[in-house]
Structure formats: structure tokens, C-alpha cells
């Protein structure tokens, strides 16, 4: 059957961007789209939006249907794309956020890693795995496009618990460039780039324009200043560059935590600083609060986010689900280039998360890496790297250690596991000792409640 489905379609603007692109493209346009959000009243207004932008934007041709049973949802599907976000804004971002920060341990973003990341984990793991568990039964051959984070640890227990295929997509990989050239104000035509490390905490290794390595000149206008008064300030200025293609003209820079990591590391990280600033031990410290200042850090930053999320949607939702003459501009997301490859074999070259077989050499085969890959008629061949520079492959292991032990827990229901990845997460053990550690992740499991299995 020639069917994608959407778990997590109540992810309305998200599901309008993925859907939306498929619907526009000419090998997708006749397919079903199967929407499942546990939330009715989000899954209704998804439906109408894309009822919408299918009648405007495909001339009816999809059969767009809403399901409340997940596996009748699933059944028959070629294609599924997965976006929810178990626990929500309420209760659980606020528990990741509220409960570390009464130990002294602050966070900016934690969705991917740190303390929040790993307990994100920990609660969308077993709902990932009644995902795959499904899918076995109804729709054994599917491709599984995860976009949930934490994207690294959701990626290493599908590929460790199902033969489920599994490929996860982020923003970071595609944004880098666009983002790093805008923010120094040069030119983006004619680049050639390797992108490679895990989630998050992948690493531009290489770029260059006509055979010309660009390194030197990214390094020198990295350290020029001056830099922007305050994080609001420079945010209004980030929040421009998207919409500006080429040579930019921006001369000021707000990404202070990703220039200093390349200071002392040599090479460009893909996420943001408001991401790395809590992934490292370095910028987020009770001992130092003046780090906070200097390298623009928007400490509780998700949770801000959240609240004017919630707060903005009804407004949004007149524009988007109420609006009958809905049409769909094609976005930069990835996955209907995906679909379009694998249908027509037309190559589509894009970053992936993938299980690390053999791809990147000097990190293990039991982790989930980032890499480039190549979707065609042949299926999605994922790139090898070779090996990373040592420094960076050991900022990594840092990282693929945690999301190894979260994993471990989430598949074997051992309590000691949650413990030790806590332990070597390196921001919170650079700042509390193993007991407010232990401690912590003690109230954190009980606050969850019924959103965590029992572990022993």
C-alpha cells in the first residue's frame, strides 16, 4: 500500500512542513496519509489543516484519514514519520528543568543530552518500542523516519531492540553551513563541506570553495568581534539569517560557545550554543556565573520557548487549521526528498543518524553517529567517514557513553544504569558530587511517577 503515516500529527506546524512537501511531490501526491496523535482535538485540526493544503496544493489527489488506533494507523504503511513528545511541556519539561536546578545544576535546552535529555529518554524509549513493536505485526518493511529527540538515544535503541529500519532527522546537519557563513558574513555558493560525529555534537571537518580550504578564513572572522551586547539582541539578528541567501554582510557574531569550542578544538560544531552550552563542562557553572554572561548563555531557555509556543498557538491555529484557502511553500525538511529517491531513484544526499556500522572508525559500533547518506533506488546508503580527529571523537564518547548506559536502562529496567549515566554526563558531574547526583536522579524518577516504568 502507498501509505505514509504520522505519529505525533498533532505536532500541527511540524506535520504541515513534512506532509505539506510530500503532498508537492509528484511520486507522493496519490498516497494516503494516516495521522495519529493521542490528543483528539490536535489530531482534528492537523486533519483539517492538511485536508486544506491537500485540496489547494494537490488537487484532492491524497487521501488524507485520521486514526485513534494506532496500529490500524500503522497497518499496511511503506513510510512512517514519528514526532511526539511524551510527557509534554507539562509535567515533564518542567520536572527535567526544576528538579536539577534544585541541586544547582541549570540547564538551556534538555532535549538531547544532559539530565533532561537522558529522562526524555527514558520516557519516549518504551512508547518508541510499542511503536516498532506495532509495526513488526502491520508494516514490517517500513522505513521508521524519527525526528524525536533525543535523537541519538530514541536512534541506538531501535537499532538495538528491532529490525525495525530506523533513520533519524535533524536540523543541526543542514542548518550549519547556512547558519555559520551567514553569521560571518560570507559568500555560500560553491561549497563543499564533510559534516560527521553524532547528533548534536557533529563536526564540519572539512570545507572549502574551488579546491581553496576555508578553515583559516572561518577561524579568523570567528575571533573578530565585537560580539552582541545581550542574547535577545543577538537572536533578533540570528532569527533574520534563514531568510537571507548568500553574502550577508553581518559582521557581529552571537555564537560565543561554539566559536570558543573551536578556539580550543579546532572545528566547528553543528548545534547551537544554546544547545552546547550544557553538553560540555566548561560554560554553565554555580562557581563561575560570569561564564553566563560572557558567552551569551539563555539559561531555561526550552521552557521559555514552550510557554510562548503555548501561548501563541491559538492565534497561529487561525491561520493554519481555519484557514480553507491553505496552500503549502516547500520547505527545507528532509524527508520528502527521502521518499521521492527511494521511489523514483533519483539521488537525494542528506544527513542521517544511523547506527554506527563501521562508518566513523574511532567510535564504537554500539552508538548511534551522524553522517552523510545517500537515498536512491538502492535504499539509504550512509557514508563512511574514516576516523574523526582525536579530540573530537573523545568529546563524543563523552556523549555516546551516556546515551549507551540511558539505553541500557531503558531496555534492561536497571535502576544502577540510570545512576551511571547521570555520573558521567559531563556537565552535571562537573558540578555536583555523586551523592546530589544520585540524589537527583532519585526525585527525578519519582516526580515522573506512572510517566517511567518501574526499575530495580
Not at 315 to 324: R, T, Y
Given at each position: 500500500?502507498?501509505?505514509?503515516?504520522?505519529l505525533?500529527?498533532?505536532?500541527?506546524?511540524?506535520?504541515?512542513?513534512?506532509?505539506?512537501?510530500?503532498?508537492?511531490?509528484?511520486?507522493?501526491?496519490?498516497?494516503?496519509?494516516?495521522?495519529?496523535?493521542?490528543?483528539?482535538?490536535?489530531?482534528?485540526?492537523?486533519?483539517?489543516?492538511?485536508?486544506?493544503?491537500?485540496?489547494?496544493?494537490?488537487?484532492?489527489?491524497?487521501?488524507?484519514?485520521?486514526?485513534?488506533?494506532?496500529?490500524?494507523?500503522?497497518?499496511?504503511?511503506?513510510?512512517v514519520?514519528?514526532?511526539?513528545?511524551?510527557?509534554?511541556?507539562?509535567?515533564?519539561?518542567?520536572?527535567?528543568?526544576?528538579?536539577?536546578?534544585?541541586?544547582?545544576?541549570r540547564?538551556?535546552?534538555?532535549?538531547?543530552?544532559?539530565?533532561?535529555?537522558?529522562?526524555?529518554?527514558?520516557?519516549?524509549?518504551?512508547?518508541?518500542?510499542?511503536?516498532a513493536?506495532?509495526?513488526?505485526?502491520?508494516?514490517?518493511?517500513?522505513?521508521?523516519?524519527?525526528?524525536?529527540?533525543?535523537?541519538?538515544?530514541l536512534?541506538?535503541?531501535?537499532?538495538?531492540?528491532?529490525?525495525?529500519?530506523t533513520?533519524?532527522?535533524?536540523?543541526?546537519?543542514?542548518?550549519?553551513i547556512?547558519?555559520?557563513?551567514?553569521?560571518?558574513?560570507?559568500?555560500?555558493?560553491?561549497?563543499?563541506?564533510k559534516?560527521?560525529g553524532?547528533?548534536?555534537?557533529?563536526?564540519?571537518?572539512?570545507?572549502?570553495?574551488?579546491?581553496?580550504?576555508?578553515?583559516?578564513?572561518?577561524?579568523?572572522?570567528?575571533?573578530?568581534?565585537?560580539?552582541?551586547?545581550?542574547?535577545?539582541?543577538?537572536?533578533?539578528?540570528?532569527?533574520?539569517?534563514?531568510?537571507?541567501?548568500?553574502?550577508f554582510?553581518?559582521?557581529?557574531?552571537?555564537?560565543?560557545?561554539?566559536?570558543?569550542?573551536?578556539?580550543?578544538?579546532?572545528?566547528?560544531v553543528?548545534?547551537?550554543?544554546?544547545?552546547?552550552?550544557?553538553?560540555?563542562?566548561?560554560?554553565?557553572?554555580?562557581?563561575?556565573?560570569?561564564?553566563?554572561?560572557?558567552?551569551?548563555?539563555?539559561?531555561?531557555?526550552?521552557?521559555r520557548?514552550?510557554?510562548?509556543?503555548?501561548?501563541?498557538?491559538?492565534?497561529?491555529?487561525?491561520?493554519?487549521?481555519?484557514?480553507?484557502?491553505?496552500?503549502?511553500?516547500?520547505?527545507?525538511?528532509?524527508?520528502?526528498?527521502i521518499?521521492?529517491?527511494?521511489?523514483?531513484?533519483?539521488?537525494?544526499?542528506?544527513?542521517?543518524?544511523?547506527?554506527?556500522?563501521?562508518?566513523?572508525?574511532?567510535?564504537?559500533?554500539?552508538?548511534?553517529?551522524e553522517?552523510?547518506?545517500?537515498?536512491n533506488?538502492g535504499?539509504?546508503?550512509?557514508?563512511?567517514?574514516?576516523?574523526?580527529?582525536?579530540?573530537?571523537?573523545?568529546?563524543?564518547?563523552?556523549?555516546?557513553?551516556?546515551?549507551?548506559?540511558?539505553v541500557?536502562?531503558?531496555?534492561?529496567?536497571?535502576?544502577?544504569?540510570?545512576?551511571?549515566?547521570?555520573?558521567?554526563?559531563?556537565?552535571?558531574?562537573?558540578?555536583?558530587?555523586?551523592?546530589?547526583?544520585?540524589?537527583?536522579?532519585?526525585?527525578l524518577?519519582?516526580?515522573?511517577?506512572?510517566?517511567?516504568?518501574?526499575?530495580?
Amino acid at each position: 500500500m502507498n501509505k505514509i503515516t504520522f505519529l505525533g500529527a498533532g505536532s500541527s506546524v511540524f506535520a504541515k512542513n513534512v506532509l505539506g512537501d510530500c503532498l508537492q511531490t509528484d511520486c507522493l501526491r496519490e498516497y494516503e496519509y494516516a495521522l495519529f496523535d493521542i490528543d483528539p482535538k490536535r489530531l482534528e485540526e492537523s486533519y483539517m489543516m492538511l485536508s486544506n493544503i491537500n485540496r489547494n496544493s494537490n488537487s484532492g489527489q491524497a487521501k488524507i484519514v485520521k486514526y485513534t488506533d494506532r496500529k490500524e494507523a500503522l497497518r499496511g504503511a511503506k513510510y512512517v514519520i514519528n514526532a511526539i513528545q511524551v510527557g509534554g511541556y507539562e509535567p515533564c519539561t518542567v520536572t527535567d528543568f526544576e528538579i536539577p536546578k534544585k541541586y544547582g545544576l541549570r540547564q538551556t535546552i534538555g532535549d538531547t543530552n544532559g539530565i533532561g535529555g537522558i529522562f526524555r529518554a527514558l520516557r519516549t524509549i518504551p512508547v518508541m518500542l510499542d511503536f516498532a513493536k506495532d509495526m513488526e505485526a502491520v508494516c514490517p518493511d517500513a522505513l521508521f523516519i524519527n525526528y524525536t529527540n533525543p535523537m541519538s538515544m530514541l536512534t541506538l535503541a531501535m537499532g538495538r531492540a528491532t529490525p525495525i529500519q530506523t533513520i533519524g532527522l535533524c536540523h543541526s546537519h543542514q542548518e550549519c553551513i547556512p547558519g555559520l557563513f551567514g553569521k560571518l558574513g560570507l559568500p555560500q555558493n560553491g561549497l563543499h563541506y564533510k559534516i560527521a560525529g553524532i547528533n548534536h555534537m557533529a563536526w564540519l571537518l572539512e570545507i572549502s570553495r574551488n579546491g581553496e580550504d576555508l578553515y583559516p578564513l572561518i577561524r579568523k572572522r570567528a575571533m573578530e568581534g565585537p560580539v552582541f551586547d545581550s542574547y535577545a539582541e543577538a537572536r533578533k539578528i540570528y532569527r533574520q539569517i534563514p531568510q537571507i541567501e548568500g553574502a550577508f554582510g553581518i559582521e557581529n557574531h552571537d555564537d560565543m560557545v561554539r566559536f570558543e569550542l573551536m578556539k580550543q578544538f579546532g572545528y566547528y560544531v553543528t548545534e547551537s550554543s544554546e544547545h552546547s552550552a550544557e553538553y560540555y563542562p566548561y560554560f554553565i557553572k554555580k562557581n563561575y556565573p560570569e561564564l553566563i554572561q560572557k558567552f551569551n548563555i539563555p539559561l531555561d531557555e526550552y521552557p521559555r520557548r514552550c510557554v510562548i509556543q503555548i501561548e501563541e498557538w491559538e492565534e497561529q491555529a487561525k491561520k493554519l487549521v481555519h484557514d480553507e484557502n491553505l496552500t503549502h511553500k516547500h520547505s527545507h525538511e528532509y524527508a520528502s526528498g527521502i521518499l521521492e529517491a527511494l521511489e523514483t531513484g533519483k539521488d537525494f544526499s542528506f544527513g542521517g543518524n544511523v547506527m554506527n556500522t563501521g562508518l566513523i572508525d574511532n567510535l564504537p559500533a554500539d552508538c548511534c553517529v551522524e553522517v552523510t547518506c545517500l537515498a536512491n533506488a538502492g535504499g539509504i546508503q550512509p557514508c563512511h567517514v574514516g576516523a574523526l580527529p582525536h579530540q573530537l571523537a573523545a568529546l563524543n564518547m563523552r556523549q555516546i557513553s551516556v546515551h549507551q548506559l540511558t539505553v541500557d536502562a531503558a531496555l534492561t529496567g536497571k535502576k544502577d544504569c540510570i545512576y551511571q549515566a547521570a555520573l558521567l554526563d559531563p556537565h552535571a558531574s562537573a558540578e555536583l558530587s555523586i551523592d546530589e547526583i544520585r540524589a537527583m536522579v532519585d526525585d527525578l524518577i519519582e516526580a515522573h511517577g506512572e510517566w517511567l516504568p518501574k526499575y530495580q
